[in-house]
């Protein structure tokens, strides 16, 4: 079997390849970034350069119109104040931006001009600029100096607009190596993300058709442990039991007898729950006393088939009296709180230490149970009961065909029943008051001549097992719909009237696999599910049928069901008395319920009422 790597995780290699591609994202910033900064730079002592040369201008031209030469001294020079205060300004302004420029160059050549610049412009200030008066000489030797600081800025933005070439072809150079290692990876991620994604999904897609085209389970063959093969592994091993879900209903139906059946499920049920040992034990016949039939175990066995105690002493009683599974992880303590289990301490002392127990049921009666038992503790939960209930289709015919037979089919079936009215609002035994209304309904029917064709002791007797399975759907039905204490909302009423043709498909699936011994065992039992919702005027679900459209077995259980459901107290509402419910009933005489049958329901009214009372009275016992 191949498993999951992390190290060939496909998240990983992913996290991987963005890691990179956004490293290589960022360096390309931060070297474009870098570069820009340089140009920006360059750019900027440029501009500081001709701002320089400008001041320069300015210097001269306010010397010019400041100072007095010898030869014209007697012209007077109008504003000369305000011209020395800008020429002043000026000198200040250069020498600012020198300092500037100080700051930003980090060339030592281009800084040792800037320095000769400013020794120069120094020796100008000095020497002509704050010299009283002018010649000849001092304006020629003035140009001289301007000159020669004219030559060294332009000999310094010439660097600098070298330097800025070479920084934009630099730039240019490095964004292409980095655009092109960007299209490496991303070409590489569409490569991952080909190869371990879109590949696989096609032909996992193809896998699927192939399959459903043929009808086929086959094994999907997983080669990369990565998490695609995790799913792939993990449906390989959901086709495993299925496909031995189905050899194990195969293999029981080819199996003649019980100690054949019981091996086969020992050995075959370990895919689907943790036991180290199984065993049944049934009721004696006085019902006081339970034995235990057979036991098969990986280890030496303590408690074998001639085990024998009284139900009151035994652990199993209340699963016997409640007719509901049982779970038990931790046998240990359990002894310690019931020291009187006998069979309990012998479990113990065979190593066991948790314990999955359910009821074994004929009709509405319980007649043994099957326990699974674990060498761990805490190894059972509400899953296992779950896959269990899955497998009541297999464990029925297995006991069809073992001692209990076709009774115990039926008994095992309506205790799953019973777990799926478990979860429902339904109040105390529903299952048993509705079906002894149904059967009373049948048998006064047959009394009267009623459908003497149909309505016969067989009948009858389907209707009280059969009519227990009339809800059996509800275990597809979610609990938010199902446990909603108030009134369904329309989507959610959508929802739960599916409950009708699910439970009828599960009968139709159990009745499929006894096709071979050209049985139809479960034929009222369909009819009663998927129709038992039926109004006589047609305005039932899930088909909208009518009239004797209906299956007679339907019609009869509606009238039941509906009689206890009105007779009973549920979260949402409280009980109406059993007259109450009488006339309701006798209301929906020829639209919700069949006239024949509400006529003799309403001649044998009593009967009902003693029954209602004797039901309720029990049920109220066990409280």
Same mark, same amino acid.
């Given at each position: 079997?191949?498993?999951?790597?992390?190290?060939?995780?496909?998240?990983?290699?992913?996290?991987?390849?963005?890691?990179?591609?956004?490293?290589?994202?960022?360096?390309?910033?931060?070297?474009?970034?870098?570069?820009?900064?340089?140009?920006?730079?360059?750019?900027?002592?440029?501009?500081?350069?001709?701002?320089?040369?400008?001041?320069?201008?300015?210097?001269?031209?306010?010397?010019?119109?400041?100072?007095?030469?010898?030869?014209?001294?007697?012209?007077?020079?109008?504003?000369?104040?305000?011209?020395?205060?800008?020429?002043?300004?000026?000198?200040?302004?250069?020498?600012?931006?020198?300092?500037?420029?100080?700051?930003?160059?980090?060339?030592?050549?281009?800084?040792?001009?800037?320095?000769?610049?400013?020794?120069?412009?120094?020796?100008?200030?000095?020497?002509?600029?704050?010299?009283?008066?002018?010649?000849?000489?001092?304006?020629?030797?003035?140009?001289?100096?301007?000159?020669?600081?004219?030559?060294?800025?332009?000999?310094?933005?010439?660097?600098?607009?070298?330097?800025?070439?070479?920084?934009?072809?630099?730039?240019?150079?490095?964004?292409?190596?980095?655009?092109?290692?960007?299209?490496?990876?991303?070409?590489?991620?569409?490569?991952?993300?080909?190869?371990?994604?879109?590949?696989?999904?096609?032909?996992?897609?193809?896998?699927?058709?192939?399959?459903?085209?043929?009808?086929?389970?086959?094994?999907?063959?997983?080669?990369?442990?990565?998490?695609?093969?995790?799913?792939?592994?993990?449906?390989?091993?959901?086709?495993?039991?299925?496909?031995?879900?189905?050899?194990?209903?195969?293999?029981?139906?080819?199996?003649?007898?019980?100690?054949?059946?019981?091996?086969?499920?020992?050995?075959?049920?370990?895919?689907?729950?943790?036991?180290?040992?199984?065993?049944?034990?049934?009721?004696?016949?006085?019902?006081?006393?339970?034995?235990?039939?057979?036991?098969?175990?990986?280890?030496?066995?303590?408690?074998?088939?001639?085990?024998?105690?009284?139900?009151?002493?035994?652990?199993?009683?209340?699963?016997?009296?409640?007719?509901?599974?049982?779970?038990?992880?931790?046998?240990?303590?359990?002894?310690?709180?019931?020291?009187?289990?006998?069979?309990?301490? $012998? *479990?113990?002392? %065979?190593?066991? !230490?948790?314990?999955?127990?359910?009821?074994? +049921?004929?009709?509405?009666?319980? =007649? /043994?149970?099957?326990?699974?038992?674990?060498?761990?503790?805490?190894?059972?939960?509400?899953?296992?009961?779950?896959?269990?209930?899955?497998?009541?289709?297999?464990?029925?015919?297995?006991?069809?065909?073992?001692?209990?037979?076709?009774?115990?089919?039926?008994?095992?079936?309506?205790?799953?029943?019973?777990?799926?009215?478990?979860?429902?609002?339904?109040?105390?035994?529903?299952?048993?008051?509705?079906?002894?209304?149904?059967?009373?309904?049948?048998?006064?029917?047959?009394?009267?001549?009623?459908?003497?064709? $149909? *309505?016969?002791? %067989?009948?009858? !007797?389907?209707?009280?097992?059969?009519?227990? +399975?009339?809800?059996?759907?509800? =275990? /597809?039905?979610?609990?938010?719909?199902?446990?909603?204490?108030?009134?369904?909302?329309?989507?959610?009423?959508?929802?739960?009237?599916?409950?009708?043709?699910?439970?009828?498909?599960?009968?139709?699936?159990?009745?499929?696999?006894?096709?071979?011994?050209?049985?139809?065992?479960?034929?009222?039992?369909?009819?009663?599910?998927?129709?038992?919702?039926?109004?006589?005027?047609?305005?039932?679900?899930?088909?909208?049928?009518?009239?004797?459209?209906?299956?007679?077995?339907?019609?009869?259980?509606?009238?039941?069901?509906?009689?206890?459901?009105?007779?009973?107290?549920?979260?949402?509402?409280?009980?109406?008395?059993?007259?109450?419910?009488?006339?309701?009933?006798?209301?929906?005489?020829?639209?919700?319920?069949?006239?024949?049958?509400?006529?003799?329901?309403?001649?044998?009214?009593?009967?009902?009422?003693?029954?209602?009372?004797?039901?309720?009275?029990?049920?109220?016992?066990?409280?």
């Amino acid at each position: 079997m191949v498993k999951f790597k992390f190290g060939n995780s496909i998240v990983k290699k992913l996290l991987f390849f963005f890691s990179l591609l956004i490293v290589v994202v960022m360096m390309t910033m931060f070297s474009t970034n870098r570069f820009l900064s340089k140009i920006e730079s360059a750019t900027l002592v440029i501009d500081y350069n001709y701002e320089i040369r400008n001041n320069i201008e300015g210097v001269e031209n306010n010397l010019l119109s400041s100072k007095v030469l010898p030869s014209i001294e007697k012209i007077t020079i109008l504003n000369r104040d305000e011209l020395e205060e800008k020429t002043r300004k000026n000198t200040i302004a250069i020498y600012e931006l020198l300092d500037k420029i100080q700051l930003i160059v980090d060339d030592k050549e281009i800084l040792d001009q800037y320095r000769y610049i400013r020794e120069d412009y120094e020796s100008l200030e000095e020497n002509i600029i704050n010299a009283k008066e002018y010649d000849g000489n001092t304006i020629n030797l003035y140009k001289r100096y301007k000159e020669v600081i004219y030559n060294s800025l332009d000999n310094v933005t010439e660097k600098l607009e070298d330097s800025k070439n070479d920084s934009f072809d630099q730039m240019k150079k490095q964004i292409q190596f980095f655009v092109a290692l960007m299209i490496l990876i991303i070409l590489l991620g569409i490569y991952i993300v080909n190869g371990e994604i879109f590949k696989p999904i096609i032909a996992i897609a193809g896998f699927f058709k192939r399959n459903a085209q043929s009808y086929s389970f086959t094994e999907f063959e997983v080669r990369k442990r990565n998490e695609i093969g995790l799913l792939m592994e993990n449906y390989n091993q959901l086709k495993h039991r299925l496909v031995t879900m189905e050899s194990i209903t195969r293999q029981i139906s080819s199996k003649d007898s019980f100690e054949e059946i019981f091996d086969y499920i020992f050995e075959s049920f370990k895919d689907f729950i943790p036991y180290d040992r199984i065993g049944i034990a049934v009721l004696n016949d006085d019902e006081k006393g339970i034995t235990a039939l057979r036991a098969k175990s990986n280890l030496p066995i303590l408690l074998g088939s001639d085990y024998s105690e009284k139900l009151l002493n035994s652990s199993l009683s209340g699963v016997i009296e409640e007719n509901e599974p049982r779970i038990i992880n931790d046998l240990q303590e359990y002894l310690e709180n019931k020291p009187e289990s006998k069979s309990t301490e $012998i *479990i113990v002392r %065979e190593g066991m !230490k948790s314990s999955l127990t359910l009821p074994l +049921l004929v009709g509405s009666k319980c =007649v /043994g149970v099957v326990f699974f038992s674990s060498i761990k503790a805490n190894s059972y939960n509400k899953n296992h009961i779950n896959i269990l209930n899955n497998v009541t289709n297999s464990l029925s015919v297995a006991f069809y065909k073992s001692f209990l037979q076709n009774d115990l089919v039926i008994s095992t079936i309506v205790g799953f029943a019973k777990l799926v009215e478990s979860k429902d609002n339904e109040t105390g035994d529903h299952l048993g008051r509705m079906s002894q209304y149904s059967v009373l309904i049948a048998e006064l029917m047959s009394s009267e001549g009623l459908y003497r064709g $149909i *309505i016969n002791e %067989e009948f009858i !007797k389907q209707i009280g097992v059969y009519s227990q +399975l009339h809800d059996i759907g509800k =275990v /597809g039905i979610s609990d938010k719909v199902l446990l909603k204490p108030g009134k369904l909302t329309r989507e959610e009423f959508e929802d739960m009237k599916r409950h009708t043709l699910i439970g009828a498909g599960i009968l139709e699936n159990m009745n499929s696999k006894l096709k071979s011994y050209n049985k139809q065992y479960y034929k009222l039992g369909i009819d009663i599910t998927k129709y038992h919702h039926e109004k006589y005027d047609g305005s039932g679900y899930p088909e909208g049928i009518s009239g004797e459209e209906i299956p007679l077995a339907a019609r009869i259980v509606a009238l039941g069901d509906v009689l206890d459901a009105l007779s009973s107290p549920r979260p949402y509402k409280k009980a109406f008395s059993i007259e109450k419910s009488i006339e309701i009933i006798i209301e929906g005489r020829g639209n919700h319920f069949d006239p024949q049958i509400v006529d003799v329901f309403v001649k044998y009214q009593n009967k009902f009422i003693e029954l209602h009372n004797y039901l309720w009275a029990k049920e109220n016992f066990k409280k």
